[in-house]
């Protein structure tokens, strides 16, 4: 299983940027997606999280001005970000945690895509 991330970038405070996250390979379903992110010198941390069924949480600081979805059809996970904020600047990675139709259900992440928010 493979995972493309993309929709990274430079973007002032205050606009809004939307990741995509894709994945490929031998894939019976895909139970949660999530997005990740991890800014210099810290550790990572769970941005969104969205199950199967479509629930979704989020980290409080982004509560408000992030939405996760995803297209199931496409094994694809967004992230729409809006109101951005320096503070926001990280690497940010995909996970989803896939059914492969043998063996245990496995997480994959994505390469990490860049987004830095200019103040």
């Known amino acids: 299983v493979q995972l493309q991330a993309s929709g990274g970038g430079l973007v002032q405070t205050g606009g809004p940027l939307r990741l995509s996250c894709a994945a490929s390979g031998i894939i019976l379903s895909i139970n949660a997606m999530k997005w990740y992110r991890q800014a210099p010198g810290k550790q990572r941390d769970l941005v969104a999280a969205i199950s199967n069924g479509g629930s979704t949480n989020y980290a409080d600081s982004v509560k408000g001005r992030f939405t996760i979805s995803r297209d199931n059809a496409k094994n694809t996970v967004y992230l729409q970000m809006n109101s951005l904020e320096p503070e926001d600047t990280a690497v940010y990675y995909c996970?989803?945690?896939?059914?492969?139709?043998?063996?245990?259900?496995?997480?994959?992440w994505g390469q990490g895509t860049l987004v830095t928010v200019s103040s």
């Open positions: 996970n989803v945690n896939v059914d492969r139709g043998r063996g245990p259900n496995r997480d994959y």
